[in-house]
């Protein structure tokens, strides 16, 4: 058939007042853009029944699917179903396996199971029960004139089970999934600027299946590759996308999806069979933090020492002090000296320093708010770094920047060990 | 007059794709409900003539305002202005002064101003520019039939400014900012879970003006105090709210609105002429980092050993072998051996230390995943709280509330230093 065109409505007054973000309307784009499902309008109304009903009559109009989230709870603002059993005059009635699943959610929880919460076993007479395996509100798969109305709870979490497991189903038992379906892969890079980065891949930003668009996000840039094609052929659009990003890249780009940077130096780390210990002044304790975000990161990661104040990075990280007193301790002499000291002391492979002003205050001339210095010492030397982010990022935004040159720093060390 | 009915289209394909979650939509109704502009209905569409001017023919019908988001840029995909100007029949015309604007900005950044870029500049006769200070795409202020037709780009910080700046100000021109207005305040709490709060303060919950309603955060509960009222009159209501709260629970509130936690300690401990030092082992650093996220920082926070590996609490801690043996990493003498440990070496006066199993892996019958041992050193003794936060959290969330519970601990310690 032609391009199905679904309308998603999503229903709360708490949208409207702002007191919450419809990050499901995203998501169900989101999904329904893999399958290949036109979604051309969106509309937001409150727990109102004349405009539930309103918004339901304009998508009625023009849409062969109408997918309704939220407003199918047990309390009396809750009137997505009784709206469009109204608008369409059937009544509503009460759905039997709907109620003993109810009584039985209830009678686990010792709850009571009050006249309102019975409300949610009752469906417009003809719809189908979407079974709630996370909530007590079922959803509704109602199939009318060779057109579907579905309603999902407002729960992210109840809304994307049904989704997943009932409303793509169905699509797909009708027929309703193109052939041609669109796929991304991210392709996540880290050290070169937006600007710099689009330089180097400016013919491939052009290209139309698969497209190539830069995001940008805190310290990295993402470039996500999306195809379109046939099930079995958009993999291979993909994979030939990501070919082109890193044969032009190379190191740049540290890996996919929702691989993290700490991720993928913590498997460049757990094969090396080496350890690091990290020694931080601006960053506070970040890149311990982001270290140990991952799972058996105790394989690798001894630990460190957070050197704020001057006599830390003396006492426990033997910075000389006539090199604090010499250069400071915004140094490229002092992050030379925390990486030695903090690989020395703690016996790891490689010590990765960071020192710097991160703001608002403490800056001079000489040496301004974003000024960061880096360092990695290993067995074989030490390298530094010297990085000038200026005010801009604020003291947040200077930490994490921090933090992901020296992941960074680390990261290029332990490819270079690799065979080429 | 009436309440004024206001009705938001966010235009932009990326939208409709879930590329995006549409949080200008949040933004512009949480203005509106404080100015008391009701919202009845949202649309999104793409980036389609024929889809903006039907959103817009609905909107018309029913709204005082209609306020456009996105589809102000350059491209030829942007055409949220062409749109409403074919739909009401009114030619689009070039704006002078902004055309200027436009050349200015062009020639400052020693760009070509092409022919697309100069779409920007046009509008539908009888409309106002709203100037753009952050970009190129000025917005569009509209007044016909005595109503209002807005356009702002979809860039956030550019929509914004334009919200705050000229339409809020255009409303309260023409008196449609209502008399009663919607505020609210946000009063965080700390170390009392969502159900134990929510048993105390039960009959506050059911008041209505002011309304107060729970919010469930990582690791804390808010309580929102939501007022409506003149402008004279609502802060009161909120002020009545607040202090019915902190009767209530006392010192388990921490701070207003956007104050964090760190925030709130870096208060206390700057009052009190204290210092601080951390030894952390499973939260990896992330004490640290959340207590210099607070700019002034480095005047009561010395810094602090990430003690992830056995040997580094030994020897960079002082905690003895022998009790590392007896009662392992993860233990109350640990934890104590830590915090006296840290506050010794760093010279601070208080030491605080966290110890404890993130997972998923590591956990045994005696101790499970989620187990954490938190202390306190200061030089009047030392205190020592257990936590069993179970697997349920994950790791990121284990190690996220083991670092609320630690500052929660000092908080506590700094609150009984002040005179009551």
């Known amino acids: 058939m032609d391009m199905v065109r ?5 229903v709360g007054t708490e949208l409207l007042l702002g007191q919450i973000t419809d990050t499901n309307a995203t998501h169900i784009c989101q999904r329904l853009a893999e ?4 979604v051309f309008y969106r509309q937001t109304v409150g727990d109102n029944q004349a405009r539930v009903q309103e918004a339901f009559r304009n998508a009625w109009q023009r849409a062969d699917l109408v997918l309704f989230t ?3 709870g047990p309390t009396e603002d809750d009137l997505t179903k009784e709206s469009v059993a109204a608008e369409l005059g059937v009544p509503m009635v009460e759905h039997q396996a709907s109620m003993r699943h109810l009584e039985a959610y209830f009678a686990r929880r010792n709850r009571t199971l009050t006249p309102n919460q019975r409300r949610q076993a009752m469906l417009p007479e003809g719809a189908d029960p979407i079974p709630n395996a996370l909530g007590s509100a079922p959803g509704v798969l109602w199939n009318r004139d060779g057109r579907i109305i579905a309603m999902v709870p407002g729960v992210p979490r109840e809304m994307r089970g049904m989704v997943d497991e009932a409303i793509l189903p169905a699509l797909r038992a009708r027929g309703w999934i193109a052939d041609e379906v669109i796929r991304s892969r991210v392709v996540r890079t880290i050290g070169v600027g ?4 689009e330089d180097q891949i400016k013919d491939l930003l052009k290209t139309s299946n698969p497209t190539i668009a830069p995001l940008v996000h805190q310290g990295e840039v993402h470039l996500r590759v999306t195809g379109r094609g046939k099930p079995g052929e958009v993999d291979r659009l993909l994979d030939a996308g990501e070919r082109l990003l890193r044969d032009r890249l190379g190191d740049v780009v540290y890996g996919l999806d929702t691989t ?3 991720g993928a130096i913590g498997v460049l780390l757990a094969a090396s069979g ?3 210990a990290v020694a931080e002044s601006c960053t506070g304790g970040l890149i311990g933090h982001r270290l140990t975000r991952i799972a058996g990161s105790s394989a690798y990661f001894l630990g460190g020492v957070v050197a704020y104040a001057n006599d830390v990075k003396s006492d426990m990280l033997g910075v000389p002090k006539e090199t604090l007193a010499a250069h400071g301790a915004v140094s490229s002499e002092t992050a030379e000296a925390m990486a030695r000291g903090v690989r020395e002391r703690l016996g790891a492979d490689y010590g ?3 020192t710097g002003i991160a703001g608002p205050g403490g800056g001079t001339d000489e040496k301004p708010v974003g000024l960061v210095y880096l360092s990695l010492a290993n067995g074989g030397g030490v390298r530094i770094v010297r990085q000038d982010y200026g005010t801009e990022p604020g003291r947040e935004g200077i930490k994490y920047n921090a933090s992901q040159a020296a992941l960074n720093l680390l990261r290029r060390a332990l490819l270079e060990r690799k065979p080429s």
Do not use: F, Q, R, Y
């Open 6 to 10: 679904a309308e998603i409505i999503s």
């Open 194 to 197: 937006e600007g710099a980065l």
């Open 352 to 354: 990765l320093s960071v």
């Open 274 to 276: 080496k350890t690091v």
């Open 35 to 38: 399958a290949g499902v036109a």
């Open 260 to 262: 993290t940077l700490e």
């Open 70 to 72: 939220g407003g199918l």
